[in-house]
């Protein structure tokens, strides 16, 4: 079992920048492959951003493609997503997630953290 807590969420201004975090605890981090997914009110769970255990490889939906940013620093457990340049559509409930692979598309994320609320204001 490992636990997720994301951390970062918040009301920001279209254009600005957020930085979310979520750090695990439990079993060996850097062997689970991680994700970042987001749902806004009304719409489905959508993966944002996937990064493989080692950080070598991620992969990006295309909404966010050079505005955000997936890393992880294994020493920390932490995964980090780093957000530039919003937009009023990227307001969601963010969440973290982890897969019990290193592949960097998941079939599978085992592990959810409780979701941190990110506001874009136009």
């Known amino acids: 079992q490992v636990q997720l807590v994301e951390s970062g969420g918040g009301l920001v201004q279209a254009g600005g920048s957020l930085r979310l975090s979520c750090a695990a605890s439990?079993?060996?981090?850097?062997?689970?492959?991680m994700g970042w997914f987001r749902q806004a009110p009304g719409k489905e769970r959508e993966l944002v951003a996937g990064?493989?255990?080692?950080?070598?490889?991620?992969n990006y939906a295309d909404s966010v493609k050079g505005r955000f940013t997936i890393s992880r620093d294994n020493a920390k457990s932490t995964v980090y997503l780093q957000m530039n340049s919003l937009k009023p559509e990227d307001t969601a409930v963010y969440y973290c997630a982890a897969a019990l692979t290193c592949n960097i598309y998941p079939t599978t994320y085992n592990f959810w953290g409780q979701g941190t609320q990110v506001t874009v204001s136009s």
């Open positions: 439990g079993r060996t981090f850097s062997r689970y492959a």
């Open positions: 990064i493989t255990c080692s950080g070598a490889y991620t």
